[in-house]
């Protein structure tokens, strides 16, 4: 057999079920209700859920308004105590989780791990974090005063979350508003609702071992865009954090600032690597490839372009096309698959358009077709596709969510930045160099405009330490790591008078 025809179909449903029942989910909550989940491995339908309705999230907001109440007033480092605790369930049932993410948003069986694991590493940081939610003190202008900041929790934080990544981005937002003292509302993606189902019931147990923790901390709402709707209007709802398209971000930001909440964006990307002449070729191969093809493309960090020196270009090119022609694709669940499915026929359609559209500007396109069509119809398999371009068409500055890698040559670092830089995206960026100064200039200033620069390894795959997020499109927000804490607390500046006086600032006098 091919690696195309590899591991014979499975059906994912019964599987579906063993975990849901291992990760202590209620049958109930997946099982009575009316809109279907499929799994896009087979294309099965694996579940009905209920959805919640406008009311639903209107008593949500309140439960978690009340929890947010209690649980600010809770010491921070003994709210870092839940969060370890969540991160001692999240150990414990890694596998059977990992494996939900496996069946339920089609990644590899590694990827749905890592993902797992992901969410281990933001409670560990969130846990030391606990101890460390520093604010400064400043030098006040009058004598016998001084002045601090002092951060405090903010309110129920909304959390908007993309299949993609559908518990990692959750984590990385829960984690933190928890030991900032806030409550958390849910609205995972609709195609994706079992593996937030999962995580909510390993909250709970959580929750239990930790004794105390408010009812409601945590709430998970299913449906649609109406449920996101409700949530980004409610004005008792501070802190929205949306991942997601660009479209969903632009509609949820707007939403947000008209009653003067802050949202947290994380939206599309368009990510780049630039390669030059320097560039460690194997090192850079291995990069490309998993940052271009892993995760069937459906990363906000993917690769999306490649701008190759022509120095270097007819090396790379047939390389890269041996790889595309032979990565193995097929049931995620299989080792030695790399290539898992596309979410759904949507995904799949807008791929066939984006490469419609490039052959008619006259691309050269290596795969991109559709595979295991016969044996597995209602799922939807492509090969990766390596697009080699004249020029940027516009095609190439939309975020097409498939595993498309435009290639476009360049004569210099000044011309590879330009092109760069000339989307309307700026999440994630890499250059593969090992050229000292093309890797400083790509990092300075008049360099990678990205939220994420990158050397010598591809755009995709960030540790939780660093602040994740990006410019332009992308949104501005920041989440995970460094300081992104600050934006799930609201901040006071006190200044305090010791002294008998009262001097005024700037010398103003206003004596009675
Ligand atoms: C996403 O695709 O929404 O950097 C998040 C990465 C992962 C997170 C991706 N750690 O690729």
């Known amino acids: 057999a091919t690696k195309e025809t590899r591991g014979a179909l499975r059906p994912v449903a019964e599987e579906v079920t063993q975990l849901l029942r291992a990760l202590g989910v209620p049958d109930s909550s997946w099982r009575s209700g009316t809109r ?18 406008a009311d639903d999230v209107a008593h949500a907001v309140e439960r978690s308004v009340a929890a947010f109440e209690a649980w600010r007033n809770v010491p921070a480092p003994r709210r870092g105590e839940l969060v370890r605790l969540l991160g001692e369930e999240l150990r414990a049932h890694k596998t059977e989780l990992g494996r939900l993410v496996t069946l339920e948003a089609g990644k590899i069986v590694s990827e749905g791990l890592g993902e797992v694991q992901e969410m281990i590493d933001i409670c560990d940081f969130a846990v030391g974090l606990s101890r460390q939610l520093y604010g400064l003190t400043i030098a006040s202008e009058r004598p016998g005063h001084r002045m601090m900041e002092t951060w405090h929790p903010v309110g129920p934080v909304g959390i908007i979350s993309a299949f993609n990544f559908p518990v990692a981005v959750w984590s990385w937002n829960a984690a933190l508003a928890l030991v900032c003292g806030n409550s958390l509302l849910w609205k995972p993606s609709e ?18 071992a930790f004794g105390g923790a408010p009812e409601g901390l945590s709430q998970v709402l299913i449906g649609g865009a109406e449920v996101g709707a409700a949530l980004t209007d409610d004005s008792r709802v501070p802190v929205v954090s949306a991942t997601g398209s660009t479209r969903m971000g632009r509609i949820v930001s707007e939403r947000v600032a008209r009653r003067f909440g802050r949202s947290i964006l994380e939206l599309g990307g368009n990510n780049a ?28 960090t993917t690769l999306r372009r490649l701008i190759v020196n022509e120095g ?19 049931d995620p669940r299989e080792a030695g698959t790399l290539i898992g499915p596309l979410i759904d026929q949507a995904a799949f359609d807008a791929m066939q358009k984006a490469l419609e559209t490039a052959k008619r500007a006259g691309a050269r396109v290596h ?26 068409i516009d095609l190439v500055k939309h975020e097409t969510f498939a595993p498309i890698l435009y290639v476009l040559r360049c004569s210099g670092l000044p011309e590879a930045i330009k092109l760069h830089n000339a989307v309307p995206q700026g999440l994630s960026s890499s250059i593969f160099t090992n050229d000292m100064r093309e890797a400083e200039t790509f990092m300075s200033a008049e360099g990678s405009d990205c939220g994420i620069a990158n050397v010598n390894i591809g755009p995709s795959g960030a540790e939780i330490g660093g602040a994740f997020g990006g410019e332009k499109e992308t949104g501005g927000g920041r989440e995970s790591g460094s300081d992104a804490w600050k934006a799930y607390m609201r ?5 305090i008078n010791y002294s008998r006086q009262l001097p005024l600032a700037q010398g103003v006098s206003f004596d009675i």
């Open 312 to 330: 270097v270009y007819d090396t790379l090119l047939p390389r890269l096309a041996k790889a595309y022609g032979s990565v193995g694709i097929g």
């Open 191 to 208: 195609k994706t609702p079992l593996t937030a189902l999962a995580v909510q019931a390993l909250f709970e147990r959580a929750a239990v």
């Open 367 to 392: 795969g991109g077709e559709r595979v295991h069509a016969k044996e597995w119809p209602d799922a939807y398999y492509v090969r990766p596709a390596l697009v080699e371009l004249d020029e940027q």
């Open 491 to 495: 901040r006071a500046t006190n200044t």
């Open 36 to 53: 279907p989940v499929r799994s896009p491995i087979t294309g099965e339908e694996v579940a009905r859920i209920a959805e919640a309705g």
């Open 273 to 300: 690597a630039i390669v030059c002449p320097s560039a460690d070729l194997d090192l850079a191969l291995r990069g490309i490839a998993f940052a271009a093809m892993g995760t069937a493309g459906q990363r906000c």
